[in-house]
Structures are given as C-alpha cells and as structure tokens.
C-alpha cells in the first residue's frame, strides 16, 4: 500500500516539474516536439519511396503504313462545277442578255441561243417581274423559271375574277446534249389577303420595310391617305399603321401586288380608317371609303412624291443662285434622281419641255380653274395633251435648269395664281358620301376586313400574315 501512495507522489512531482519546464522554456519544447514529428514522416516516405515495388509492363509499339491518295477525290471535287441559285427582276431597260447576265449566266454559246428567244422576250414586257435561275459556277444555264405576263385583258379581270384567270409559267431546262426545252404551264391565279402592322421610327417606307410591306404598298397608303396626312411634316416617330392588300400568286409565285383592302394610320394620336368597297350591281360607287361610309375621295393629293424633305418654303428668300432677295413661288422637295412625280388631281398636260430656270417641266391643268408646274425633271412620262388621273406619274425628278441639286420645284395655281403648295388641303373638298342603297352591303363587305385588321397584335411587334380570299 505505501508502495503505491509513494509511486502517485513521484508522477505528481514529475508532472509539476514538467509543467514548470514547459512554462519556463515553451519554444524549446515546441521545436523538439515539431523534430519528433519531422524524423518520423521522413521514415514513412523512406518506406513508401524504398519498398517494394511491383514489375512495371514491358511496353510495344505497333508501326503500320498506310496509303491515302486524296488527289483524284480533289480533282473530281474541281472538276464539279458548283450551283449557284440566283433571282433577278425585270427592269425598265433590259433586254433578254442583260437579265440573263444579271443572273449570272455567262456561257457565250447559251447567251447567244437565248437572247432571240421568244418568251424570254415577252417576259421583258412584265416590268418587276422575278425570275429564278439555276447557274453553275462555269455560268451555265440549269434551270430558269418566271411568270409570263398576262394580256391586257387578262390583266384586267385578275382583279375582278381572281382564280378564272389562267396565268402562264414559263420554265427553261437545259438539255445534256445542248440546248433547251422551254416549257409553259397554265395555273389559274389564286388571290390572297395579306396583313401587316407596323411602327413609324424614321419614315413610313422604312416601316414598311421593317413590316414586309412591299413598296407597292407603302405607295398606296401614302395616296389613300395624301388628302389627309401631310407625310413631309405630320408623321412622326411612333406612329402606326395596319393594313391589309391583296395578292395574285400562281403556284409558290407572287404574280401582281393587288389594291389595299382595308387600312388605318394613327397619326399624331388621330386615327385615318379606309376600306375598299367595289359593290357588283354598281361600280361606278367603287371607291376608297370610311368605315362610316363617307367618301376618302379628295380633290388634290397634298404632295406629288411618295416622301420627300422640304428645303426651301413659298415665300421671300435669298436665292441660292443669284444671292439676292427674290419671291419664292413655290416649293422645294429634296428627293433622288429619278423618283417618281405623280400628278396630285385629274387634268391635262398642257406643256412638257425645256423652261429657262425650271429646266425639265411639266405643267398639268386641272378642273375648276387649278394648274400644276413640276420642275428640274430628268425625264418625262408624259406628252402634250394627255389626260391624266390623279396619283399616276408624269415625269422623273432630276437636276435640270437653276439647280444646285436633285430636288423638285412645285407650283400650285389657282385661277393663275401662285399660292403656297402646303396649303392644298384648303382647295380640296371631300367626295360625296355612299348611296344610301349600298349602305347594307357596304357594311356587310367590309366588315370582315376591318375585323381581320382589328386580330392584329400590338403594332411594336410587326406581324405579316396571309389567308386565302375566294
């Protein structure tokens, strides 16, 4: 028993003095201990490092030679000649080996047996017509395919009795021995209604673009509503239109843009609503019409362009060409060489030729005492003594005369006055309302299509859509 009590007196002395050590000399204890610990990780990686280790396998390496002649595959890939497929539209001056030549076919043997070829040539009759081609990259000829135009009179009942109308498609094969087969098909013309909405950022053209509204188009609503929207100074970012118009297609090909059917602009917070109406027991009512059936009809159009940028007012100014005060008697239009003018009322032409100052000009007299001058033109559209109907085109804007560049110089005369050309609307009475006859079907015919514009979303997100019309 005493053994004991002594041996727990001996531990508790050595771990005082134990404890006073490490109180007194706490770094020499720290690295002696952090030394134990160093000595034996050493010998766990010695053991690791030095033990045995299991035989590693003896490597092999596999050599075979292989041949590969890519040669001929690239010269067969040289030798294939490429297709290319192309589109190109009939223009104003083509002939059949400049259209070919705008879709890329330049094989001289090929232009040389197509450019007397018969239906080529009637197809440069359909000014704006598309065509398809099918061209290697050599230039030669595959395919070629269009609509060939139809007769005047054709032309004509296209619109009044769409799908009885046959319309021709002409297809073009060329033969692996040389020459071609020229295939026609007949396909009855198919009428459709198209929608579009838009938003105005910068112009209505542009907006239309933006829409899928062809120009066609964009050019109708500007003339429908010309008697009550000033597009140089009213049309304003934000504004919107919807609109609806009519197709003629033949199989996939969109023969003819037809007449709006309906439309609706806002403008400045004002909204301006037509609708076509052509009633069948009398035509002579067919015309453009407010849903509440009052006439869209105008006198005068307010301006001869489908857009343009006022850069000179009516009134005094220093003339730009002689630098001293002068009375300016009408207006200036800045627009590109070569824009379409349009007459603003029914009248006559009664001079178009050469004036000191305007240049190329055409003056057009209309009833009830008006007259018209349009100036600078590059070209005219028109001769002495023809008749003409309000919106359709007289001349091409230019250069001409006292100009110091492309623009057009409009005058307005009322009973051989000058008055100012932005005042047009005060001298254009409205058209007379619908017979009250047609009332009943005025409004069962249109409805469906201010309904269809109505389905429209929101016009911040363009929409196009087509529906077929019977």
Not at 258 to 278: E, N
Not at 349 to 355: E, I, R
């Amino acid at each position: 028993m005493l053994f004991f009590v002594q041996t727990a007196a001996r531990v508790r002395q050595a771990a005082l003095r134990l404890r006073d050590a490490v109180e007194a000399h706490p770094g020499r204890v720290a690295a002696g201990v952090g030394g134990v610990l160093l000595l034996s990780s050493v010998s766990a990686f010695a053991l690791v490092e030095y033990g045995p280790q299991p035989p590693l396998p003896t490597p092999s390496v596999v050599r075979q030679s292989v041949s590969i002649d890519i040669a001929p595959q690239l010269d067969a890939l040289e030798s294939q000649p490429r297709k290319l497929y192309t589109t190109a539209f009939v223009g104003r001056t083509d002939s059949v080996g400049s259209l070919l030549r705008r879709l890329q076919v330049t094989d001289p043997a090929q232009l040389r047996t197509l450019t007397h070829d018969k239906a080529l040539e009637e197809l440069l009759r359909d000014r704006g017509a598309m065509v398809s081609a099918e061209v290697d990259s050599l230039g030669a000829l595959h395919h070629l395919q269009a609509a060939l135009p139809a007769s005047a009179r054709d032309a004509k009942s296209v619109e009044q009795l769409p799908g009885r109308v046959q319309w021709r498609l002409l297809r073009v094969d060329a033969r692996a021995g040389g020459g071609f087969d020229t295939h026609v098909q007949t396909q009855a013309a198919q009428a459709q209604t198209r929608v579009a909405s838009g938003v105005v950022q910068s112009s209505l053209f542009s907006a239309a673009d933006s829409a899928g509204v062809p120009d066609t188009v964009a050019s109708q609503l500007v003339s429908l509503f010309g008697g009550e929207v000033d597009f140089r100074r009213d049309l304003r970012p934000g504004d919107r239109f919807t609109v609806a118009w009519r197709v003629y297609t033949a199989g996939d090909h969109v023969l003819r843009v037809g007449r709006i059917l309906a439309a609706q602009m806002t403008v400045d917070g004002h909204s301006h609503s037509a609708v076509w109406f052509d009633p069948p027991a009398d035509h002579k009512a067919a015309a453009y019409y407010a849903p509440d059936g009052s006439s869209l009809a105008r006198a005068f159009l307010l301006s001869p362009l489908p857009y343009d940028r006022l850069t000179s007012g009516y009134g005094w100014r220093i003339s730009p060409i002689f630098h001293k005060p002068e009375f300016h008697k009408g207006i200036d239009l800045a627009i590109p060489v070569g824009t379409p003018v349009r007459t603003i009322a029914d009248g006559r032409v009664v001079y178009a030729g050469w004036g000191t100052g305007y240049g190329k000009y055409v003056k057009v007299e209309h009833p009830g005492g008006f007259a018209t001058i349009y100036s600078h033109l590059s070209r005219f559209e028109v001769h002495v003594g023809e008749q003409f109907k309000q919106g359709e085109v007289v001349a091409l804007s230019g250069n001409t005369g006292w100009s110091t560049g492309p623009h057009l110089y409009f005058q307005f005369f009322v009973h051989g006055t000058p008055v100012n050309p932005l005042n047009i609307a005060r001298y254009t009475p409205k058209g007379t309302h619908l017979p009250e006859g047609l009332r009943s079907e005025f409004l069962a015919s249109t409805a469906p299509r201010t309904r269809l514009l109505a389905l429209l979303p929101g016009a911040d997100a363009p929409v196009v859509a087509s529906a077929s019309s019977r």
